[in-house]
C-alpha cells in the first residue's frame, strides 16, 4: 500500500496516537498526519502549535508528513490522491462513532477505504480531554504524553 492519511486534532497528542503512527509508518510507503478541524472540539493548542508538536513527535520517520487542512478529510485525500483513511480506535463507542465516519466518507467519496487500528492495551484509556483535565488538578500525565507536551500543557493549564 502506498499512502495513507491518519486524521485527527492531536490536542495535545498523546503516546496513544504515536503508537498508531509507529504502526501504520511500517504498513504505508507515506503516512500523512493530518492536523484537522473539527468545530465541535474546543481546542487548547492552535493549529501551528498542534502542527509543531507532530512535526517534532514524528522527525525520526522519513516517510510520515504532517499537514493541517480545514475541510472534509476525503477533499484532502482526494486532492493528494490518497485512497486511505487510519482510525485508531479504543473501544466499542470509538469504533460507532469512526464506523458512521468511514460510512460518510465512502458516501463522499467512494474510493476512500477506512481502516481501523485498535489501540495497543497500554493506551486503552487514553482521552486528549482526560489528560487536559489531569494537567488542570495538577497531576502527573508523564507516562501518557512526551515530557515536551506536558511542559506546554502544564504552561497553557497552570
Given at each position: 500500500m502506498k499512502k495513507a492519511i491518519y486524521p485527527g486534532t492531536f490536542?495535545?497528542?498523546?503516546?496513544?496516537?504515536?503508537?498508531?503512527?509507529?504502526?501504520i509508518a511500517c504498513i504505508f510507503e507515506t503516512v500523512t498526519i493530518l492536523i484537522a478541524a473539527n468545530p465541535s472540539k474546543n481546542r487548547l493548542f492552535s493549529k501551528q502549535e498542534r502542527h509543531d508538536f507532530m512535526s517534532r513527535l514524528t522527525e525520526r520517520f522519513s516517510n510520515v508528513i504532517v499537514d493541517t487542512w480545514d475541510g472534509?478529510?476525503?477533499?484532502?485525500?482526494?486532492?493528494?490522491?490518497?485512497?486511505?483513511?487510519?482510525?485508531?480506535?479504543?473501544?466499542?463507542?470509538?469504533f460507532n462513532h469512526e464506523f458512521e465516519l468511514a460510512m460518510l466518507n465512502k458516501g463522499l467519496n467512494p474510493e476512500i477505504e477506512t481502516l481501523f487500528i485498535p489501540t495497543d492495551p497500554r493506551y486503552f484509556v487514553l482521552r486528549s480531554s482526560t489528560i487536559k483535565e489531569i494537567v488542570s488538578f495538577g497531576g502527573d500525565v508523564s507516562n501518557?504524553?512526551?515530557?515536551?507536551?506536558?511542559?506546554?500543557?502544564?504552561?497553557?493549564?497552570?
Open positions: 490536542d495535545p497528542p498523546t503516546y496513544g496516537h504515536i503508537n498508531v503512527i509507529e504502526r472534509l478529510v476525503v477533499d484532502y485525500a482526494r486532492q493528494k490522491d490518497i485512497r486511505v483513511i487510519v482510525r485508531g480506535v479504543r473501544a466499542l463507542g470509538d501518557l504524553v512526551p515530557d515536551f507536551i506536558e511542559q506546554e500543557l502544564r504552561k497553557k493549564l497552570l
